[in-house]
């Protein structure tokens, strides 16, 4: 009986841990029920975006970031991957130049536990380079965060 509770155990604490995972990385500001039922589409990137990608590395941690970019401005819209998973939200100006600015969701897991974390970003999307160079304050798990990281486009 001790062993068939521990293996619940183990099984609820597993399942929960993937729970919020999903939640924080797919569901954050969403309708619950609605994202766990497969609910909620993501939308897809505006006409004239570019997908502008990136890789940030911390510690060994490396989290790829892609970002769906309309060159005339408006909504921002993406993903990070890798040691943190999430999604990705702003929007540009669509200046030469110009400002992006927005938040990134989701969970890092360097261990076993996904840890809810988020991170506000802004920078300039230069056309002629085809870069996008960005600044953020991430903070999860009680740290805060500050770094920089280059996305570009081809």
Do not use: W
């Amino acid at each position: 009986m001790v062993a068939f509770l521990l293996v619940l155990l183990i099984l609820i604490v597993l399942g929960s841990n993937e729970a919020v995972g999903y939640y924080f990385s797919h569901c954050d500001g969403e309708d619950t029920l609605d994202c766990f039922l497969g609910r909620i589409e993501d939308e897809p990137p505006a006409e004239g975006s570019v997908v502008a990608t990136g890789v940030y590395e911390y510690k060994g941690y490396a989290v790829t970031v892609t970002a769906n970019i309309p060159l005339e401005g408006g909504k921002v819209t993406g993903s990070m991957d890798g040691t943190c998973e999430g999604q990705l939200k702003g929007t540009y100006d669509g200046q030469p130049n110009g400002g992006i600015s927005g938040t990134i969701s989701g969970v890092c897991s360097p261990f076993f536990i996904n840890i809810p974390a988020s991170a506000d970003y802004s920078g300039i999307v230069n056309k002629t380079s085809k870069t996008v160079p960005l600044s953020f304050t991430g903070r999860g798990g009680g740290i805060t965060h500050k770094g920089s990281m280059s996305l570009s486009y081809p």
